[in-house]
Protein backbone atom coordinates (compact mmCIF):
# COMPACT_ATOMS: atom_id res chain seq x y z
CA UNK A 1 0.00 0.00 0.00
CA UNK A 2 1.18 3.50 -0.79
CA UNK A 3 1.94 5.96 1.37
CA UNK A 4 0.61 9.34 0.80
CA UNK A 5 2.58 12.09 1.50
CA UNK A 6 1.78 15.84 0.54
CA UNK A 7 4.40 17.15 -2.13
CA UNK A 8 5.17 20.35 -0.06
CA UNK A 9 4.54 22.14 2.87
CA UNK A 10 5.64 25.58 3.66
CA UNK A 11 6.59 27.18 7.38
CA UNK A 12 7.18 30.52 8.40
CA UNK A 13 10.54 31.37 10.99
CA UNK A 14 9.06 30.26 14.19
CA UNK A 15 6.11 28.85 13.17
CA UNK A 16 4.70 25.01 13.57
CA UNK A 17 5.16 22.49 10.50
CA UNK A 18 3.07 19.45 10.21
CA UNK A 19 4.15 17.03 7.67
CA UNK A 20 1.45 14.11 7.10
CA UNK A 21 1.81 10.26 5.89
CA UNK A 22 -1.71 8.89 5.28
CA UNK A 23 -2.63 5.11 4.47
CA UNK A 24 -5.39 2.71 5.82
CA UNK A 25 -5.10 2.22 9.29
CA UNK A 26 -1.45 3.53 9.72
CA UNK A 27 -2.51 4.10 13.37
CA UNK A 28 -2.00 0.36 13.70
CA UNK A 29 1.75 0.54 11.99
CA UNK A 30 5.21 1.62 13.04
CA UNK A 31 5.75 4.96 11.38
CA UNK A 32 9.53 6.24 10.95
CA UNK A 33 10.44 9.45 9.43
CA UNK A 34 14.08 10.39 7.64
CA UNK A 35 14.98 14.11 6.94
CA UNK A 36 17.29 14.62 3.79
CA UNK A 37 18.87 18.00 2.83
CA UNK A 38 20.27 18.13 -0.77
CA UNK A 39 22.87 16.29 -2.14
CA UNK A 40 23.28 14.53 1.43
CA UNK A 41 21.96 11.05 2.52
CA UNK A 42 19.28 11.10 4.87
CA UNK A 43 18.93 10.67 8.17
CA UNK A 44 16.48 9.69 10.65
CA UNK A 45 14.78 11.83 12.61
CA UNK A 46 11.89 9.80 14.55
CA UNK A 47 11.42 6.04 15.27
CA UNK A 48 8.49 3.99 15.96
CA UNK A 49 6.32 6.89 16.05
CA UNK A 50 7.44 9.35 18.32
CA UNK A 51 10.54 8.57 19.35
CA UNK A 52 13.40 11.07 18.43
CA UNK A 53 16.73 10.02 17.16
CA UNK A 54 20.06 11.00 18.56
CA UNK A 55 20.70 14.17 18.08
CA UNK A 56 17.56 14.96 17.15
CA UNK A 57 16.15 18.36 18.58
CA UNK A 58 12.99 18.86 21.14
CA UNK A 59 11.42 20.59 18.04
CA UNK A 60 10.95 17.78 16.25
CA UNK A 61 7.84 15.29 17.59
CA UNK A 62 5.93 12.43 16.05
CA UNK A 63 2.25 11.39 16.10
CA UNK A 64 0.24 8.39 14.67
CA UNK A 65 -3.32 7.60 14.89
CA UNK A 66 -6.31 6.17 12.93
CA UNK A 67 -5.18 6.74 9.01
CA UNK A 68 -2.79 9.27 9.11
CA UNK A 69 1.14 9.46 11.13
CA UNK A 70 2.39 12.75 11.36
CA UNK A 71 5.88 14.68 12.05
CA UNK A 72 5.52 18.38 13.64
CA UNK A 73 8.07 20.85 13.49
CA UNK A 74 8.55 23.23 16.29
CA UNK A 75 9.38 26.85 15.90
CA UNK A 76 10.79 26.03 12.19
CA UNK A 77 14.25 27.23 11.41
CA UNK A 78 15.76 27.75 8.39
CA UNK A 79 17.65 24.60 8.75
CA UNK A 80 14.66 22.50 8.79
CA UNK A 81 14.64 23.22 5.02
CA UNK A 82 14.46 19.73 3.78
CA UNK A 83 12.75 16.66 1.92
CA UNK A 84 10.73 14.28 4.14
CA UNK A 85 10.45 10.84 4.01
CA UNK A 86 7.99 8.43 6.28
CA UNK A 87 8.81 4.71 6.14
CA UNK A 88 7.03 2.12 7.77
CA UNK A 89 7.45 -2.04 8.02
CA UNK A 90 4.64 -3.53 6.13
CA UNK A 91 3.59 -7.46 7.08
CA UNK A 92 4.86 -8.85 3.76
CA UNK A 93 8.03 -7.85 5.12
CA UNK A 94 8.97 -5.49 2.83
CA UNK A 95 9.80 -1.53 3.67
CA UNK A 96 7.79 1.01 2.28
CA UNK A 97 8.92 4.66 1.70
CA UNK A 98 6.20 7.83 1.21
CA UNK A 99 6.72 9.77 -1.93
CA UNK A 100 8.40 12.64 0.57
CA UNK A 101 7.44 16.25 1.41
CA UNK A 102 9.60 19.13 0.61
CA UNK A 103 9.49 21.76 3.83
CA UNK A 104 9.99 24.88 2.77
CA UNK A 105 11.10 27.23 5.90
CA UNK A 106 10.54 31.07 4.35
CA UNK B 1 31.86 5.31 15.90
CA UNK B 2 29.90 3.74 13.48
CA UNK B 3 30.22 4.31 9.90
CA UNK B 4 29.61 2.85 6.44
CA UNK B 5 31.88 3.70 3.71
CA UNK B 6 30.20 2.80 -0.38
CA UNK B 7 32.59 2.27 -2.57
CA UNK B 8 32.71 4.91 -5.91
CA UNK B 9 31.21 5.97 -8.64
CA UNK B 10 30.05 3.63 -11.43
CA UNK B 11 29.71 3.48 -15.04
CA UNK B 12 27.53 1.15 -17.35
CA UNK B 13 25.92 0.22 -20.22
CA UNK B 14 22.72 -0.78 -20.76
CA UNK B 15 22.10 -4.69 -19.59
CA UNK B 16 25.69 -4.88 -18.15
CA UNK B 17 26.11 -5.70 -14.05
CA UNK B 18 27.10 -3.65 -11.18
CA UNK B 19 28.36 -4.52 -7.82
CA UNK B 20 28.26 -1.79 -5.05
CA UNK B 21 30.23 -2.46 -1.75
CA UNK B 22 29.09 -1.39 1.92
CA UNK B 23 32.39 -1.12 4.61
CA UNK B 24 31.02 -1.19 7.88
CA UNK B 25 33.24 -0.24 10.62
CA UNK B 26 32.18 0.87 14.66
CA UNK B 27 30.29 -1.82 15.63
CA UNK B 28 29.61 -5.99 15.29
CA UNK B 29 28.81 -6.45 11.54
CA UNK B 30 27.01 -9.42 11.66
CA UNK B 31 24.35 -8.23 14.54
CA UNK B 32 22.65 -5.32 12.53
CA UNK B 33 20.73 -5.89 9.07
CA UNK B 34 21.87 -3.99 6.08
CA UNK B 35 19.43 -2.12 3.79
CA UNK B 36 19.98 -1.15 0.34
CA UNK B 37 18.15 2.36 -1.05
CA UNK B 38 18.05 4.05 -4.39
CA UNK B 39 17.05 7.22 -5.37
CA UNK B 40 16.75 7.92 -8.56
CA UNK B 41 17.46 11.27 -10.08
CA UNK B 42 15.08 14.18 -8.59
CA UNK B 43 13.06 11.26 -7.36
CA UNK B 44 12.40 9.41 -3.68
CA UNK B 45 13.45 6.75 -2.04
CA UNK B 46 13.55 3.35 -2.87
CA UNK B 47 13.97 0.27 -0.73
CA UNK B 48 15.60 -2.47 -2.48
CA UNK B 49 15.82 -4.93 0.18
CA UNK B 50 17.48 -6.09 2.92
CA UNK B 51 20.16 -8.69 4.45
CA UNK B 52 21.12 -10.80 7.53
CA UNK B 53 24.55 -10.08 7.32
CA UNK B 54 25.04 -13.01 10.06
CA UNK B 55 22.71 -15.69 7.86
CA UNK B 56 22.62 -14.17 4.77
CA UNK B 57 19.35 -14.32 4.03
CA UNK B 58 17.64 -11.86 2.21
CA UNK B 59 14.35 -10.17 1.38
CA UNK B 60 13.85 -8.21 -2.11
CA UNK B 61 10.57 -6.59 -3.22
CA UNK B 62 8.99 -8.39 -5.73
CA UNK B 63 9.74 -5.90 -8.31
CA UNK B 64 13.72 -6.40 -7.72
CA UNK B 65 13.71 -10.40 -7.04
CA UNK B 66 15.29 -11.31 -10.83
CA UNK B 67 17.89 -8.80 -10.70
CA UNK B 68 19.11 -8.05 -7.21
CA UNK B 69 21.48 -10.37 -5.31
CA UNK B 70 22.89 -8.89 -1.30
CA UNK B 71 25.76 -10.96 -0.16
CA UNK B 72 28.09 -9.92 2.52
CA UNK B 73 32.08 -10.70 3.38
CA UNK B 74 31.86 -10.89 6.94
CA UNK B 75 35.64 -11.56 7.20
CA UNK B 76 36.11 -7.94 5.90
CA UNK B 77 32.53 -6.58 7.27
CA UNK B 78 31.25 -5.46 4.32
CA UNK B 79 27.91 -5.96 1.99
CA UNK B 80 27.51 -5.76 -1.59
CA UNK B 81 24.41 -4.95 -4.12
CA UNK B 82 24.38 -6.61 -7.03
CA UNK B 83 22.10 -5.39 -9.68
CA UNK B 84 21.92 -7.04 -13.22
CA UNK B 85 20.47 -6.40 -16.61
CA UNK B 86 20.79 -2.26 -15.96
CA UNK B 87 18.34 -0.35 -17.75
CA UNK B 88 18.84 3.60 -17.89
CA UNK B 89 16.08 3.84 -15.05
CA UNK B 90 18.66 2.26 -12.94
CA UNK B 91 20.60 5.64 -12.81
CA UNK B 92 20.70 6.66 -9.05
CA UNK B 93 22.20 7.14 -6.17
CA UNK B 94 22.34 3.52 -4.55
CA UNK B 95 22.90 3.75 -0.43
CA UNK B 96 23.59 1.20 1.93
CA UNK B 97 22.16 1.44 5.27
CA UNK B 98 22.33 -0.37 8.89
CA UNK B 99 19.14 -1.36 10.72
CA UNK B 100 18.33 0.40 14.18
CA UNK B 101 17.93 -2.35 16.27
CA UNK B 102 19.60 -5.87 16.29
CA UNK B 103 16.59 -7.79 16.53
CA UNK B 104 14.77 -6.49 13.22
CA UNK B 105 15.07 -4.61 10.30
CA UNK B 106 12.34 -2.31 11.28
CA UNK B 107 13.98 1.43 10.45
CA UNK B 108 17.89 2.60 9.14
CA UNK B 109 20.34 4.17 11.59
CA UNK B 110 23.35 4.68 10.07
CA UNK B 111 23.55 5.78 6.08
CA UNK B 112 26.53 5.33 3.98
CA UNK B 113 26.68 8.45 1.79
CA UNK B 114 25.37 6.59 -1.27
CA UNK B 115 27.43 5.72 -4.73
CA UNK B 116 25.74 7.10 -7.77
CA UNK B 117 25.68 4.69 -10.75
CA UNK B 118 25.19 6.07 -14.27
CA UNK B 119 23.58 3.81 -17.13
CA UNK B 120 24.61 4.86 -20.24
CA UNK B 121 25.71 3.65 -23.76
Known amino acids: DVLTQPPSVSVAPGQTARISCGRNNIGSKSVHWYQQRPGQAPVLVMFYNSDRASGIPERFSGSNSGNTATLTISRAEAGDEADYYCQLWDDSGDVVFGAGTKLTVL | QVHLVQSGAEVREPGASVKVSCKASGYTFSTYYIHWVRQAPGQGLEWMGW????????NYPQRFQDRVIMTRDTSITTAYLDLRGLKSDDAAVYYC??????????????WGKGTTVTVSS
Open chain 2, 51 to 58: MNPDSGDT
Open chain 2, 97 to 110: ARAGSTSHPYYMVV
